[in-house]
Protein backbone atom coordinates (compact mmCIF):
# COMPACT_ATOMS: atom_id res chain seq x y z
CA UNK A 1 0.00 0.00 0.00
CA UNK A 2 1.56 3.20 -0.74
CA UNK A 3 0.27 6.68 0.80
CA UNK A 4 0.48 9.79 -0.89
CA UNK A 5 2.12 12.55 1.46
CA UNK A 6 0.37 16.17 -0.03
CA UNK A 7 -0.37 19.53 1.40
CA UNK A 8 -3.87 20.37 1.28
CA UNK A 9 -6.51 22.35 3.26
CA UNK A 10 -8.16 21.03 6.29
CA UNK A 11 -11.00 20.42 4.59
CA UNK A 12 -9.95 18.45 1.19
CA UNK A 13 -7.75 15.76 2.69
CA UNK A 14 -8.33 12.73 0.56
CA UNK A 15 -8.66 9.17 2.72
CA UNK A 16 -5.49 7.49 3.27
CA UNK A 17 -3.22 10.99 2.43
CA UNK A 18 -0.35 12.09 4.88
CA UNK A 19 -0.65 15.65 5.32
CA UNK A 20 2.27 17.72 7.20
CA UNK A 21 1.77 21.16 8.27
CA UNK A 22 3.99 23.83 7.39
CA UNK A 23 4.42 24.58 11.29
CA UNK A 24 5.54 20.84 11.47
CA UNK A 25 7.68 21.39 8.39
CA UNK A 26 9.29 24.87 9.68
CA UNK A 27 10.08 22.54 12.73
CA UNK A 28 11.50 19.90 11.48
CA UNK A 29 14.11 22.76 9.53
CA UNK A 30 15.04 24.22 12.34
CA UNK A 31 16.33 21.32 14.21
CA UNK A 32 17.76 20.51 10.86
CA UNK A 33 19.41 23.65 10.91
CA UNK A 34 20.94 23.03 14.83
CA UNK A 35 22.55 19.80 14.08
CA UNK A 36 25.03 21.87 11.76
CA UNK A 37 27.96 22.41 14.59
CA UNK A 38 28.34 26.51 13.61
CA UNK A 39 24.57 27.26 13.48
CA UNK A 40 22.12 28.51 16.38
CA UNK A 41 19.27 30.02 17.45
CA UNK A 42 18.85 33.96 16.80
CA UNK A 43 17.73 36.41 19.40
CA UNK A 44 14.74 37.84 19.16
CA UNK A 45 14.24 42.08 18.28
CA UNK A 46 12.25 44.71 19.04
CA UNK A 47 12.66 47.43 16.97
CA UNK A 48 15.75 46.02 15.50
CA UNK A 49 16.89 45.70 18.96
CA UNK A 50 18.08 42.55 21.22
CA UNK A 51 16.22 42.56 24.24
CA UNK A 52 19.52 42.49 27.07
CA UNK A 53 18.58 39.57 29.71
CA UNK A 54 15.18 38.59 28.28
CA UNK A 55 16.10 34.80 28.58
CA UNK A 56 14.88 34.86 32.05
CA UNK A 57 11.64 36.20 30.60
CA UNK A 58 11.36 33.13 28.31
CA UNK A 59 12.33 35.08 25.25
CA UNK A 60 14.40 33.30 23.08
CA UNK A 61 18.42 34.19 23.40
CA UNK A 62 21.51 34.35 20.62
CA UNK A 63 23.11 30.77 21.34
CA UNK A 64 24.36 27.42 19.45
CA UNK A 65 22.18 25.36 21.52
CA UNK A 66 18.72 27.19 20.78
CA UNK A 67 16.15 26.71 17.42
CA UNK A 68 16.44 29.00 14.94
CA UNK A 69 13.54 31.02 13.74
CA UNK A 70 11.80 28.89 11.01
CA UNK A 71 8.62 29.33 8.41
CA UNK A 72 7.83 27.31 5.65
CA UNK A 73 5.73 26.95 3.21
CA UNK A 74 4.41 23.55 1.24
CA UNK A 75 2.45 23.48 -1.97
CA UNK A 76 2.27 19.79 -2.69
CA UNK A 77 5.73 17.95 -2.59
CA UNK A 78 7.56 21.24 -2.64
CA UNK A 79 8.65 23.40 0.37
CA UNK A 80 10.16 26.65 0.50
CA UNK A 81 12.11 27.14 3.90
CA UNK A 82 13.18 30.77 5.84
CA UNK A 83 15.45 30.80 8.60
CA UNK A 84 16.78 33.29 11.01
CA UNK A 85 19.76 31.97 12.65
CA UNK A 86 23.08 32.82 14.47
CA UNK A 87 26.87 31.70 13.62
CA UNK A 88 29.51 31.11 15.79
CA UNK A 89 32.16 33.63 15.41
CA UNK A 90 34.80 33.27 13.59
CA UNK A 91 33.40 30.64 11.26
CA UNK A 92 32.89 31.57 8.16
CA UNK A 93 29.48 32.57 7.24
CA UNK A 94 29.25 31.63 3.68
CA UNK A 95 30.63 28.04 4.47
CA UNK A 96 27.94 28.21 7.40
CA UNK A 97 24.80 28.71 5.54
CA UNK A 98 25.77 26.42 3.06
CA UNK A 99 25.99 23.92 5.03
CA UNK A 100 22.79 24.66 7.22
CA UNK A 101 21.19 25.04 3.26
CA UNK A 102 22.49 21.72 2.27
CA UNK A 103 21.70 19.55 5.61
CA UNK A 104 17.95 21.19 6.12
CA UNK A 105 16.94 20.00 2.17
CA UNK A 106 18.58 16.19 2.72
CA UNK A 107 17.09 16.22 6.24
CA UNK A 108 13.20 17.51 5.04
CA UNK A 109 13.54 15.23 2.09
CA UNK A 110 14.77 12.12 4.22
CA UNK A 111 12.10 12.94 6.92
CA UNK A 112 8.89 13.87 4.53
CA UNK A 113 9.58 13.02 0.79
CA UNK A 114 9.46 16.93 0.55
CA UNK A 115 11.46 18.52 -2.28
CA UNK A 116 13.34 21.36 -1.16
CA UNK A 117 12.97 24.18 -3.53
CA UNK A 118 14.78 27.04 -1.51
CA UNK A 119 16.07 27.86 1.90
CA UNK A 120 16.84 31.72 2.71
CA UNK A 121 19.08 32.03 5.14
CA UNK A 122 19.59 35.39 7.27
CA UNK A 123 21.72 35.61 9.82
CA UNK A 124 20.95 38.27 12.45
CA UNK A 125 24.09 37.39 14.95
CA UNK A 126 27.27 36.39 15.67
CA UNK A 127 27.87 33.99 18.67
CA UNK A 128 30.95 35.43 20.28
CA UNK A 129 31.01 33.90 23.90
CA UNK A 130 31.19 30.65 24.07
CA UNK A 131 30.86 28.38 27.14
CA UNK A 132 33.84 26.64 28.34
CA UNK A 133 33.58 22.98 27.81
CA UNK A 134 32.79 21.15 31.18
CA UNK A 135 35.65 20.08 33.07
CA UNK A 136 35.91 15.98 34.17
CA UNK A 137 36.57 15.61 37.57
Given at each position: ???????????D????????????????????????????????????????????????????????????????????????????????????????????????????????A????????????????????
Amino acid sequence: MTTDLIAVSAGDVPAGAIVISDDVTAKLAAHAALEVPDAGGAASRVLGRILPGAGHLGIRQTSLTSLPRAAAHVDGRIAHIDLTISVRWPASIPQVTEAVRRHVRDRLQAMTGLTVAEVHIAVTDLVTEIPPAPRVR
